[in-house]
């Protein structure tokens, strides 16, 4: 599967923006997919995930309330819809998919994502 993140942009503290990641290829309802996010010097991080039929999300500590995963199978399209943001949730935002039966956990490791995305730049000013 390849995938493809777009949606990033330049936005105030307390703004919004929605990524999408368009992925291509068969199967795409067998995955699990996740949003990681890389800050300048940082290692890339986990920000939320979710199950193949949408049954299960998950999301860091830093962004729950604020993030929302959401995707759609028939489109093959997977969305990160951020709220409040904060100058630290700068970085840049990659989705990833995880080849997963339909009870595996979402994972929050680099490690067990099979494909991942381009990525796409968010940049939050204070």
């Known amino acids: 599967v390849q995938l493809q993140a777009s949606g990033g942009g330049v936005v105030q503290a307390g703004g919004s923006l929605r990524l999408s990641c368009a992925a291509s290829?068969?199967?795409?309802?067998?995955?699990?997919m996740g949003w990681f996010r890389q800050a300048p010097g940082k290692e890339r991080e986990f920000v939320s995930g979710?199950?193949?039929?949408?049954?299960?999300?998950d999301y860091a500590d830093s962004v729950k309330g604020r993030f929302t995963i959401s995707r759609d199978n028939d489109k093959k399209m997977v969305y990160l819809q951020m709220n409040s943001l904060k100058p630290e949730d700068t970085g840049i935002y990659y989705c990833?998919?995880?080849?997963?039966?339909?009870?595996?956990?979402?994972?929050?490791?680099?490690?067990?994502?099979?494909?991942w995305g381009q990525g796409t730049l968010v940049t939050v000013s204070s």
């Open positions: 979710i199950a193949r039929s949408s049954s299960r999300t």
């Open positions: 990833a998919a995880d080849w997963a039966i339909s009870s595996a956990p979402i994972y929050s490791t680099t490690s067990q994502y099979d494909y």
């Open positions: 290829g068969s199967m795409f309802s067998r995955y699990n």
